[in-house]
């Protein structure tokens, strides 16, 4: 079936480390592949997407690059703040089927100062 | 940009008490709305989701119904809650393409007691 797989939190870094966060799915048919962000106490917001192979999504410093070899959407930040502490969701979605998105089981991150 | 409101924010409820949770859309029409639950320590997974007045799939077996009684409102219910009901009901909104992002509201904390 269709599913999305992250790497286990939690994550903790030092303030301006380097981020990667992995994650790998599988999917039948050529998905869509976002970055969603939870911060504390707080519902989900896009943080990156990418629609083809190949496509490089960014947004506030962060990059996922979409591998259709390595069925890969890795995230990557070159310095992480402690304001991006929260929690991380790779998911996809399928052509023809509603815009549902499929999840993986998030990466908490915390980063110490 | 679309907003979407949740209500309430917080509930603690009884074993075998019923449940109304309410969601509601701004900024968008004809929208297609979702329920997703994340319980604690897990990902999250879609509940429902909903092309239009009326029209509600559900994805999983479950104590929960949902309702659409209007373009931009989105129910969940119960009619007896489970304690493996807690945990964190976040509702969605999109337009149902392969592409584009969904739009979250800030959750509903339900806690089972």
């Known amino acids: 079936g269709n599913s999305v797989t992250q790497m286990e939190g939690p994550v903790t870094l030092s303030e301006e480390a380097f981020l990667t966060i992995n994650c790998t799915y599988t999917?039948?048919?050529?998905?869509?592949l976002f970055w969603y962000v939870q911060y504390p106490g707080e519902g989900l917001q896009l943080l990156l997407k990418?629609?083809?192979?190949?496509d490089k999504g960014s947004n506030k410093g962060f990059e996922a690059t979409y591998r259709k070899e390595t069925t890969s959407f890795h995230l990557e930040k070159g310095s992480v703040q402690v304001s991006d502490s929260a929690v991380y969701f790779c998911a996809l979605t399928l052509y023809n089927q509603g815009g549902k998105l499929i999840f993986g089981q998030g990466t908490e991150l915390s980063v110490k100062p | 940009s679309q907003t979407i409101h949740q209500w309430p924010a917080t509930l603690v409820q009884p074993v075998g008490s019923p449940l109304s949770l309410e969601c509601t859309v701004e900024?968008?029409?004809?929208?297609?709305l979702y329920w997703y639950r994340q319980a604690a320590g897990r990902g999250l997974q879609l509940l429902f989701y909903?092309?239009?007045?009326?029209?509600i799939s559900s994805e999983v077996p479950q104590n929960l119904s949902a309702s659409r009684p209007q373009d931009r409102q989105f129910i969940l219910s119960s009619k007896k809650l489970l304690l493996s009901d807690s945990g964190f009901y976040l509702c969605a909104s999109g337009q149902g393409n392969t592409h584009n992002e969904q739009f979250f509201g800030p959750g509903t904390r339900l806690t089972v007691l």
């Open positions: 999917a039948t048919g050529y998905p869509s």
């Open positions: 900024g968008t029409s004809n929208p297609n």
């Open positions: 909903s092309v239009g007045i009326g029209q």
């Open positions: 990418a629609t083809k192979a190949d």
